[in-house]
């Protein structure tokens, strides 16, 4: 394959054409439907992370159990790799009547959101100062109340940051699909590629949405952490600090 | 070339295959350790060139405190670009070569490797360092007899996250045509046949674990105090 149109094919106002193209942004294969078949899926695989993920760790963290099974989960989760969880799940997709979308690339997509929530999750709960949790049952809360309504309050910044973290992943992931058969925004980057001899502007333009998708979702997150977390908890000296960028446990590229 | 990748034998046709035929893993065994060992190699270059950079990257960022900041934000806005956009924009640039796998897997070691090896250098106790020079240690030495050693578990964590990831970028870019073993995964996709997808995608997972299992034998072996610690 001849790689001569490299101007032509990352032309910056060929893309800007053809993302400002009305044509583009109408109808069955348009921008919008791809925005909204990529976000479904990603919204349903971060649901489905959240309702595992979220309820085991904090449970788990608050009754102070499971530290060193949990941890070998998450860091198993995080070895395998999305892309041969795609090859492994998508026969056995074919074979059961579900076809080749979207379950593989669901399953890919859950298994990339538990590592930092749960990771998150658990660390920011079993975070929260000990003294503080005693004066809490000391004062006739219920072990339901301690929970509730002094530790995920304190734990809240870091548990949102995990869920960020793997929402960023999830949405950054996605576009993989397109390349095993699937819809969504990676359908751009996946025909660009193909026909990059030809000079198509879909594969710089679709990537430039799927890094706007994603950094909207970024933005989208700290709107919520603003709105969810009230100013004297982000500031609380009770609270588990965040951690450093280095220990980070969520810190993890998109794939 | 890749081409729209939607099965052309048909869901019915693939539907019956079996998940693993057992004489197609038998009749190349060279050709599954050749692309195991390709994919090892990609790896393992990014990682090396990866370590590297960072250190040198971590050098200045220790010298020049103001240096953290910037360093980390480039890297951290590296890592953001979903990686499959990353291979396929840069190919008609570099090419599918190796030149062009590299730069990608390369960019992503970065973050995770310099802010372990800052936050490494960092955790090592005033006192400790004082001690170094008041035993009249040159700077040079100081950072590789004293500092490297006791920075090594944060170090080598950093690494070993980052070998792991690179394992499965590795596999991105075999999706789009590098080599390694995403070879095998589109391969058998876009033929409807199972086999090397599962064979593909099976020894992937079995190449980041055993790397990973691997690096954390290594970083018992190295700071063995840290046993003695606990």
């Given at each position: 394959v001849g790689e001569a149109s490299v101007v032509s094919v990352l032309d910056p106002a060929a893309t800007a054409r053809w993302l400002t193209d009305g044509a583009n942004w109408s109808g069955g294969a348009s921008i919008p439907t791809r925005v909204a078949e990529s976000l479904q899926v990603a919204g349903l695989a971060m649901g489905i992370s959240l309702a595992l993920a979220l309820p085991t760790a904090v449970v788990l963290a608050h009754l102070r159990r499971g530290e060193v099974a949990a941890s070998a989960v998450v860091n198993l989760g995080r070895a395998v790799p999305s892309v041969a969880v795609i090859g492994l799940v998508y026969p056995l997709s074919l074979r059961n009547g579900f076809g080749f979308d979207p379950l593989p690339i669901l399953v890919a997509l859950v298994l990339i959101g538990l590592p930092p929530i749960f990771a998150n999750a658990y660390t920011a709960v079993r975070g929260v100062d000990p003294g503080i949790v005693d004066a809490a049952r000391a004062m006739g809360h219920t072990e339901g109340s301690v929970l509730a309504r002094v530790e995920l309050p304190l734990a809240a910044p870091v548990i949102l940051n995990g869920v960020k973290v793997a929402a960023v992943q999830v949405v950054a992931t996605e576009p993989l699909r397109a390349f095993f058969g699937g819809p969504g925004l990676g359908?751009?980057?996946q025909l660009g590629y193909a026909n990059r001899a030809a000079g198509d502007p879909q594969l710089l333009g679709g990537t430039v949405l799927v890094a706007l998708l994603a950094a909207a979702v970024a933005g989208a997150f700290g709107v919520a952490e603003r709105m969810l977390v009230p100013r004297r908890v982000r500031r609380f000296p009770g609270g588990p600090a965040r951690p450093e960028p280095a220990a980070d446990?969520?810190?993890?590229?998109?794939? | 070339v890749t081409s729209p990748a939607v099965p052309v034998d048909g869901v019915l046709g693939a539907a019956?295959?079996?998940?693993v035929r057992w004489e197609w893993v038998a009749d190349r065994p060279d050709e599954l350790w050749a692309r195991t060992i390709d994919h090892l190699q990609l790896t393992v270059t990014a990682v090396g060139v990866g370590l590297v950079l960072a250190s040198l990257l971590a050098a200045v960022a220790l010298r020049h405190r103001w240096t953290f900041t910037p360093i980390t934000t480039f890297t951290a806005f590296l890592y953001t670009v979903p990686s499959i956009a990353a291979f396929a924009v840069l190919v008609p640039i570099t090419g599918l070569t190796m030149l062009t796998a590299q730069i990608v897997l390369v960019s992503y070691?970065?973050?995770i490797l310099v802010r372990n090896i800052v936050a490494g250098i960092d955790g090592v106790p005033a006192e400790v360092r004082a001690a170094a020079d008041g035993m009249g240690?040159?700077?040079l030495r100081r950072v590789l007899t004293v500092e490297l050693p006791l920075a090594a578990p944060v170090i080598l964590a950093g690494v070993r996250v980052a070998t792991v990831t690179t394992v499965s970028l590795v596999t991105i870019a075999g999706v789009i045509g590098f080599g390694g073993l995403g070879t095998y995964l589109i391969d058998g996709f876009q033929r409807s046949f199972y086999t090397p997808t599962t064979v593909g995608a099976a020894l992937v997972v079995l190449l980041a674990v055993v790397l990973d299992v691997a690096l954390h034998r290594l970083e018992?072996?190295?700071?063995?105090w840290a046993r003695r610690r606990s």
């Open positions: 359908t751009f980057i446990p969520a810190a993890a590229p998109a794939s | 019956r295959n079996p998940i070691t970065l973050l240690f040159t700077p018992v072996v190295v700071t063995p």
